[in-house]
């Protein structure tokens, strides 16, 4: 008799058990669904002369891969990302800004205006591997035109994808 409460004390425990590790597996599964990456990032300060452009206002910046004060996006989770800059220029020839993927130039947004205002983008589509880092460096001597309150140099992007580390 006591044999048997105890058999049954264990089947209910290990169902227990069994039960919560269910649980645990489809908080991870709805979390790991649930999880994105995506920024969006301007200039509002023309500081930028050839170095790393620090977009200082932050818009969006779900899962934190984007930090004002380095101007670098580190990749929190491995994935297939879709990334976005834009240059805008003002009456001051060309500038030239070099993507850089952990330092190394991947490539490059130019924006040439002699007379009045232009703005180009470049979107590029990477697998990045979590940490790996994305920044921007204005390579010509020229100031960013941000002199309008609008977001005309602009650094954003998102996770499309989420693959295995
Ligand atoms: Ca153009």
Known sequence: MKLTKLRNEIVLKKQTVYENDCFKHCVQKFISVLLTVAFYAWLSNGNTKRTIIKYNQVKTNIGKGYNPNTGKFVAPVSGIYML??????????????????????ICVVLSENLKDLDSDTKVVVLKLMASDTIYMIQRT?????????????????????????
Do not use: C, E, M, Q
Not at 141 to 165: E, M, Q
């Open 141 to 165: 001597s020229y100031s960013l035109w941000t002199d309008l309150p609008h977001a005309l140099n602009t650094f954003s992007g998102f996770l499309i994808k989420k693959i295995p580390s």
């Open 84 to 105: 976005a800059i834009t240059v805008s220029t003002y009456r001051v020839g060309y500038s030239h800004v070099d993507i850089i993927k952990n330092g190394h130039v």
